[in-house]
């Protein structure tokens, strides 16, 4: 069964704490992307990555940080200097993130609540 | 800047055919329409994408105008489970820009 895996769906961390979110894919896509939306807005874009070993900032980069070892795996980190964590964090991947019709599809989400 | 013009919201009842219109007017040649759907607290989901042929499948419709400067997706008979957020987005590479869609609500 292909698709994109994210967990866990709901996490809770305290201030100041770093904190990591998975995301898997299975669909040997090799653009993987990773968005932020808040409570009635749409969906920006944090970071992405078209390659291993290669990521480039989004809209929102600051204060999150990533890393692409796998074609699979793209974990994003979200560290204290993000100043208002609490968020719906979502995962998509695309079969290559070049100029065309390059669908993107999303996972389920996690939904991050720093208390 | 999500790029496009949505209504912010519509009903449609159970059964029935659901016409979501999309403004795009300053949509430029490359750039593909794209249409994704979100329910309450779940991730977004593909629907349907075209360039200037209107394209169809096994979710919905989509009619581009010949000038390409506005779209609708035609859901040819809506269920409850259609009841979601409708983005409209266009892109001719990796960057989707949401804006905040419209928001149908489906009747029984």
């Known amino acids: 069964d292909g698709g994109i895996t994210q967990s866990p769906k709901y996490l809770f961390r305290k201030e100041g704490q770093n904190v990591t979110l998975s995301c898997e894919q299975n669909l040997n896509h090799d653009a993987m992307y990773w968005y932020r939306q808040d409570p009635g807005q749409g969906l920006r874009l944090i970071y992405y990555?078209?390659?291993?070993?290669?990521?480039q900032k989004g809209d929102i980069a600051e204060g999150y940080s990533v890393s692409r070892e796998k074609k699979e795996s793209f974990p994003l980190t979200v560290t204290s200097a993000q100043k208002n964590p609490t968020a719906f964090y979502l995962c998509a991947s695309s079969i290559d993130g070049l100029a065309g019709a390059d669908t993107q599809y999303f996972g389920p989400g996690t939904r991050l609540t720093v208390l | 800047d999500a790029k496009t013009t949505q209504p912010p919201s519509m009903d449609c009842a159970e059964g029935r055919a659901a016409n979501l219109p999309c403004n795009h007017s300053?949509?430029?040649?490359?750039?593909?329409v794209y249409w994704y759907r979100q329910i309450h607290s779940q991730g977004p989901q593909y629907i349907i994408h075209?360039?200037?042929n209107n394209e169809t499948n096994e979710m919905a419709s989509l009619i581009i105008t010949e000038d390409r400067k506005s779209s609708t997706l035609i859901l040819p008979h809506a269920t409850l489970r259609d009841t979601a957020v409708y983005y409209c987005i266009r892109s001719n590479d990796y960057k989707l820009s949401f804006g905040a869609g419209t928001t149908v609500t489906v009747r029984a």
């Open positions: 990555s078209q390659i291993v070993n290669d990521f």
């Open positions: 075209g360039l200037k």
């Open positions: 300053t949509i430029s040649g490359n750039e593909y």
